[in-house]
């Protein structure tokens, strides 16, 4: 449960996308959060507040003179105790209203009013012709410089037809978005590379040699980056993961291509986190055809070595412009002994141990962080919750290097 004891105040104005604020509410109040929600006259035109309230288990306020606040001051009181104002979906009208500070429903008003220090997310939802309209994106720009933070919107299929920017992010997006308003932006302005997952490297067109590793540590250290602001590229073998939001992701098979895409991507990275379980040997002549089965023969498969691509990244760390590099080490025993070994073997400052059979598939996992100090334990946890320790670990170890400076 990532929002947990979290207040939220989910407004929403007038928008055939107020359908996906219903799965919205559901997802913040399953992760814990308490959602007071509030819609404008609008908004009761695409779905009921009886739906939102079914959904929030809390009455719905819609109105500016509503009598069961004892002040009479919904506007005041709905903000006071909140930890995040989402509007979603949020109109061109709307972020019309919230540009120039309007007053004049419930909504409008209480976000005027807002404590300072709430944060106020907005997730636009209209037409293609409507974002990209002057107006539209005169007052968007206005909402950023105010510090409003505009999540989305998406390109796509809309409700009228027509097709383009405009469309809500999906509830799945628009939740990852607001749990990471919560995280300290301790990457912000940064970087970062990271490769994940298994590689496939072919014997013949049907079949391959690969490994156990689900992806779903990169993927979460790539989430967590994210998180804290940074701009990410996720390098991925094959998995059955979902791409998190707003990460750059670039799909290979091998080794090889696995390099070819680190070696394009990197310049200009402040960090590269090899979290990928990269295949270091691959089939040497690969058949172009399905290798048949023969009389009583098996095939001979012979194996050339991989680039090392940590390796070869860290090897450049003599240049300027290089990045920090972080390595993973999964090991099936003496962890402590091999994991300080291989960190001085890869000439990278941070290596992260895991105990493979441990790690490959599951949710939790204990780490432990060798670095030129020694080794730190970071006890078992599930995967986000040790990404996110990972990468305030190596904020502040970035703060010393070169780079950085
Ligand atoms: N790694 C890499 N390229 C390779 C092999 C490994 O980038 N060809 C990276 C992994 O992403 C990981 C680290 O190196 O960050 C350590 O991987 P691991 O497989 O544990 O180590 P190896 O160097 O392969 O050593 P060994 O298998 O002998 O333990």
């Not at 409507?130 to 809309?158: F, K």
């Not at 940064?190 to 067109?205: Q, S, W």
Request: hydrophobic share 40%.
């Amino acid at each position: 449960m990532e929002l947990t004891g979290k207040k939220i105040v989910l407004g929403l104005s007038g928008g055939v996308a107020c359908y996906k604020a219903a799965e919205l509410c559901r997802g913040l109040t399953k992760e814990g959060a308490s959602v007071q929600v509030v819609m404008t006259d609008a908004a009761t035109h695409f779905i009921t507040p009886v739906t939102m309230q079914a959904l929030s288990g809390k009455s719905v306020f819609t109105d500016q003179w509503d009598p069961r606040v004892p002040n009479n001051m919904a506007h005041i009181d709905v903000t006071r105790d909140a930890d995040a104002i989402v509007i979603a979906p949020c109109s061109a009208d709307f972020i019309r209203k919230l540009a120039h500070g309007a007053c004049d429903d419930l909504l409008s008003t209480l976000c005027v009013a807002r404590p300072r220090h709430v944060p106020l997310l907005a997730a636009p939802a209209m037409n293609v012709e409507m974002w990209t309209n002057p107006a539209t994106q005169r007052n968007v720009q206005q909402l950023r410089e105010d510090g409003i933070h505009i999540l989305g919107p998406a390109a796509g299929a809309q409700a009228c037809g027509e097709v383009g920017m405009g469309r809500m992010l999906e509830p799945a997006d628009m939740l990852e978005e607001i749990v990471a308003a919560f995280q300290p932006k301790v990457m912000a302005g940064k970087r970062i590379l990271i490769t994940a997952g298994p590689t496939f490297e072919p014997i013949d067109p049907v079949r391959g040699i690969t490994n156990l590793s689900s992806g779903k540590m990169g993927y979460a250290v790539a989430r967590a980056a994210r998180e804290a602001g940074a701009e990410v590229t996720l390098i991925s073998g094959p998995t059955a993961l979902a791409t998190p939001h707003g990460v750059h992701r670039v799909d290979v098979q091998t080794a090889q291509q696995m390099m070819d895409a680190v070696n394009q991507a990197i310049t200009g990275q402040h960090v590269f986190i090899a979290v990928a379980a990269v295949a270091d040997w691959r089939v040497a002549n690969p058949s172009t055809q399905k290798v048949k089965k023969t009389e009583g023969g098996t095939p001979h498969i012979a194996f050339e070595q991989n680039p090392d691509i940590l390796a070869t990244i860290a090897a450049r760390t003599t240049l300027a412009g290089h990045p920090y590099c972080v390595g993973f080490a999964a090991e099936s025993e003496n962890l402590l002994e091999y994991g300080a070994a291989k960190r001085e073997r890869k000439g990278i400052p941070l290596l992260v141990g895991n105990i493979g059979h441990h790690t490959f598939g599951q949710d939790d996992n204990t780490i432990v962080l060798f670095d030129e100090q020694g080794h730190t334990i970071l006890p078992r946890a599930d995967k986000l919750t040790l990404a996110r320790q990972l990468i305030s670990e190596i904020s502040k170890r970035i703060n010393k290097h070169s780079l950085f400076q």
